[in-house]
């Protein structure tokens, strides 16, 4: 499975942002998908995750009510919604696929990361 994440950008706080993981070479909707975000200086953080079919979601605290997982399998792609952006908010996303929703840290399969920046 090959990942691609896009749609990272500078906005403002306050905007929002969507941010899109597209899979390619796999049946994608066995597979559950995590973002993570890594800031300059700090440890890749887990930030939501989705299982196969959608029916589960699960988020980090820090954005539990600003930032919403959905996925689209007839497009093969994870979309992460992110609203009232925050500065502590900028950080490479990444978006990782793994057929177990609880394991998705170590799963095998990462895209190359899209870049979010958020200016106060």
């Known amino acids: 499975v090959q990942l691609q994440a896009s749609g990272g950008g500078l906005v403002q706080a306050g905007d929002s942002l969507r941010v899109s993981c597209t899979a390619s070479?796999?049946?994608?909707?066995?597979?559950?998908v995590g973002w993570f975000r890594q800031a300059p200086g700090k440890e890749r953080e887990f930030v939501a995750r989705i299982n196969g079919n959608g029916g589960m979601t699960d988020y980090a605290d820090s954005v539990k009510g600003r930032f919403t997982i959905s996925r689209d399998n007839g497009k093969n792609t994870v979309y992460l919604k992110m609203n009232n952006l925050k500065p502590d908010d900028t950080a490479v996303y990444y978006c990782?696929?793994?057929?177990?929703?609880?394991?998705?840290?170590?799963?095998?399969?990462w895209g190359q990361g899209t870049l979010v920046t958020v200016s106060s």
């Open positions: 990782a696929a793994s057929p177990s929703y609880t394991a998705l840290e170590r799963a095998a399969y």
């Open positions: 070479g796999g049946t994608f909707r066995w597979y559950s």
